[in-house]
């Protein structure tokens, strides 16, 4: 019996390490700076998700800078605002899974009945991190199936059957054996 237990747990060992692994949350983060480029401290920054409506707050570090971890994808807006300056909208800060948004963001002098409103673009390179990470819809999962675009196409396949993926034709099927 502890054998068994023992091969057991070395064979899912593997599978809770890779699930832990994963993540489907991202990272929205940044430095608060005066129009001088020195970064302020004690800011008071709140992040809202546009969809839920549902916030979370907290001030800026000592190097000025605010963190809002293990966030689900989605569109947020981000306001900060300091004694003596104007208060700084970013909205539309698009998020995926496993990404991390950087933002710098600028409170010019003025009183805190002001406000600045940005609207955030979309972050052509990820330079916080070295991985790889892509949202893919169901349209793109189905399409290499062809018709007639159905999962159970590949469980009732025979043994040794593979499926090549973007060659898949009902009149000639592709066949490699091992």
């Known amino acids: 019996m502890p054998k068994n237990f ?3 747990f070395f064979v899912l060992l593997p599978l809770v390490v890779s699930v832990q692994a994963q993540t489907a949350t991202g990272v929205i983060q940044g430095t608060i700076k ?9 800011a008071k920054v709140k992040l809202t998700d546009q ?9 800026s570090s000592e190097e000025g800078i605010f963190e809002f971890r293990a966030l689900p994808r989605g569109d947020y807006a981000l306001h900060a605002e300091q004694q003596g ?5 970013v909205s539309n800060i698009a998020l995926q ?3 991390t948004q950087n933002l710098e963001v600028v409170l010019q002098l003025g009183g ?4 600045v409103e940005v609207q955030a673009g979309a972050g052509l390179l990820q330079t916080s991190e070295a991985s790889l990470s892509q949202v893919i819809d169901e349209k793109r999962v189905l399409e290499p199936l062809g018709p ?3 999962a159970d196409r590949l469980l009732h396949r025979p043994a040794g059957d593979r499926l090549a993926l973007g ?3 009902e009149a000639s099927p592709r066949r490699l054996l091992d």
Not at 34 to 42: F, L, S
Not at 51 to 59: D, K, L, M, P, V
Not at 85 to 89: C, G, H, I, N
Not at 112 to 115: D, G, I, N, Q
């Open 6 to 8: 023992a091969a057991l």
């Open 34 to 42: 005066d129009g001088t480029g020195a970064v302020i401290v004690g």
């Open 51 to 59: 969809a839920t409506n549902q916030s979370r707050e907290q001030n």
């Open 85 to 89: 300056f104007k208060q700084q909208v």
């Open 97 to 99: 899974v496993a990404q």
């Open 112 to 115: 805190v009945a002001e406000s």
């Open 148 to 150: 007639p675009r159905s």
């Open 167 to 169: 060659q898949a034709r």
